[in-house]
């Protein structure tokens, strides 16, 4: 009885033994899904390479506000000078006008290099823009002095036909991103009619004029082309880089030509662009 019990408990041992031999294959183990190890995609480039030479084009809107400057209070002065009655009446408050607006669409081109220092972009950019708007004014006004009368009237009208400017830009890059301000230099061709009509003489004791002075009525001043005005023109905005040659932009500029044969011209201008940069 005790040599049966063992034979079946060694038979088992064996067995056991003998599987434990046995290697396992690949088709033993289960497949697990999404196990397999892929190589993962690069993280895309947001960096970019801003230096060097750009130029592009641009379109947006202008508002100009034209005013009267000490050209037209100067030509006042001339037409009565040396005159018993300039001494007695303010002239140039006699041409005051109140300023007038005009706006627009712009367009035109650019072109600059930028320097890169790590992130700080420090660029040169000059433009031409396209624009073409005016505002003219006139006033007429006569007072009595006494026994005598003085007409005074003024034509101020200017028209900016288009400018040119030469910027300092200096910008930050976040990446593909680069807000940026400016200044610089601007000068504008203008079609100007700016000229002073002025009346002297004598009345009868009821305030009617008895006639002109001699060398009275006379005109100062008049009309002429393509007159060049200077100013200065400051502003910021923001560029985007969609590939390393192709950036676009979104600014502000606010442009001002000071006396241009005795009108000051101000511009709010709105824009955007695209150039290609090498």
Known sequence: MRIRSIVPALGAAALATSLMAVPASAADYPVLRGSQIEDAPPPPDININWSGFYFGAFAGGTQTRFESDNGVR?????AMLNTT??????????TATRPRRDSGTVFGGYAGYNWAFGDVVMGLEADYTRIDQEAPSSRVESRRIGNEFITIGSTQGARINDYLSLRA???????????????G?????????????TDWGPTDANGVAL??????????????????GYGAVIGGGLEAALADNLILRAEYLFTRFNDVEGVTASLNTARVGAALKF
């Not at 009655?85 to 006699?94: K, Q, Y």
């Not at 830009?169 to 200044?183: S, W």
């Open 169 to 183: 830009r200096f910008g930050y890059a976040y990446g593909r991103l680069m807000p940026y301000f400016t200044i």
């Open 211 to 228: 006639g002109s002075y001699v060398g009275w009525p006379r005109m100062v001043g008049g009309a002429k082309k393509d007159v060049w």
């Open 85 to 94: 009655i300039a001494t007695r009446v303010n002239i140039r408050d006699m």
């Open 185 to 197: 230099a601007a000068a504008g061709r203008f079609d100007t009619n700016v000229s002073v009509y």
């Open 74 to 78: 100067e030509l006042a002065d001339f």
